[in-house]
């Protein structure tokens, strides 16, 4: 690292303290167990690429890692079928609506154009290499584990929760099937992609799994190869392309690195090369990214100059 560690623990305590209670926007509600979150938790953490952690705030507790699960599986989808199949047959664009829309499919064809949108999720999902489904979820679940180098499980009352609302989900992959652009059982994907959304993280889990894409695949906490390096350029610009739905483009302007946003607080955010950045505070904007987060996240990555552009 080219900046001294106690300048990157300033920055975090700074970036904490000026926007951990910020107020502005509101828990997801449309899954009822997020709506439950108490909306003043607030943390953020770094995992470098040589294995030091620094964290702040509400670092221990545990979250929905949601949409940011899109990130493992699409990891999972480039080991297994390779960034040319997944640009063919799931695409590698930015929708322009948001992150559940049924126009983006009508709009091209019911090709998702994006893994990291509901839809090009569960294609993803369904083209993975599996012999049922009960081995598509524990692949899943143990890239999770793998990237975050800890023990992630389900939250039963989570996925209870999600299970039993999803019903655009499946709306989605019925759409997919009837465009020929979704690869298992559209029932089956749909379940799937609905548990790995329902996964608990802490923040500085969040951060390793950052950290691990930073370090090109090898994570810094286990020291284990997790995935291919020649395949994190292609997971890092779907992330830069459609990481923060929306306000992707935004992002990229200003903060100029690839994250993931997930509904259930969290983004994560990779400094390539030297960390990964996490942060975690309940209420959402507009877009379904974490009003705090990307604040908190913002002020660090500006404070120590890093942007990619
Ligand atoms: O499928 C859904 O709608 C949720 N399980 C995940 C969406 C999500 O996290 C979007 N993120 N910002």
């Known amino acids: 690292m080219n900046i001294l560690f106690n300048d990157v623990h300033d920055a975090l305590v700074n970036a904490y303290s000026q926007f951990s209670s910020f107020k502005g926007g509101e828990n997801a509600s449309y899954i009822p167990y997020l709506a439950t979150v108490p909306d003043n938790l607030a943390a953020i953490a770094i995992v470098t690429v040589e294995g030091d952690i620094l964290s702040k705030g509400d670092s221990e507790f545990r979250f929905a890692l949601e949409s940011i699960s899109k990130v493992c599986s699409l ?3 480039l080991e297994d079928v390779g960034p040319s199949v997944v640009q063919n047959r799931i695409g590698a664009d930015p929708t322009g609506l948001p992150f559940n829309s049924i126009i983006a499919l009508e709009l091209h064809g019911g090709k998702p154009l994006s893994p990291l949108v509901n839809a090009g999720a569960m294609s993803t999902v ?9 081995n598509r979820w524990k692949r899943i679940l143990d890239m999770q584990q793998q990237l975050a180098g800890a023990p992630v499980s389900l939250c039963e009352a989570l996925n209870h929760s999600e299970q039993t609302t999803n019903f655009h989900n499946r709306a989605i992959a019925w759409l997919l099937y009837s465009a020929d652009a979704i690869y298992c059982d559209p029932m089956e994907a749909c379940d799937v992609y609905t548990r790995q959304c329902s996964t608990l993280v802490n923040t500085v889990e969040l951060a390793t799994m950052a950290a691990t894409l930073a370090a090109c695949g090898i994570n810094p906490l286990t020291q284990k190869t997790v995935l291919t390096a020649e395949n994190i350029p292609f997971l890092l610009a779907q992330m830069t392309m459609e990481g923060m739905y929306g306000s992707s483009g935004d992002w990229a302007y200003t903060v100029g690195l690839p994250a993931k946003s997930g509904v259930g607080g969290g ?3 990779v400094v390539p090369g030297v960390m990964g950045i996490a942060a975690f505070s309940p209420p959402l904007d507009t877009m379904g ?7 908190m996240t913002a002020s660090l990555t500006q404070q120590l100059g890093y942007n990619l552009y």
Do not use: G
Not at 126 to 134: M, P
Not at 289 to 295: L, M, P, T
């Open 75 to 77: 990891a999972l989808a």
């Open 126 to 134: 369904s083209i993975l290499k599996a012999e049922n489904v009960e």
């Open 267 to 269: 983004v994560l955010t």
């Open 289 to 295: 990214n974490s009003v705090r987060a990307q604040k």
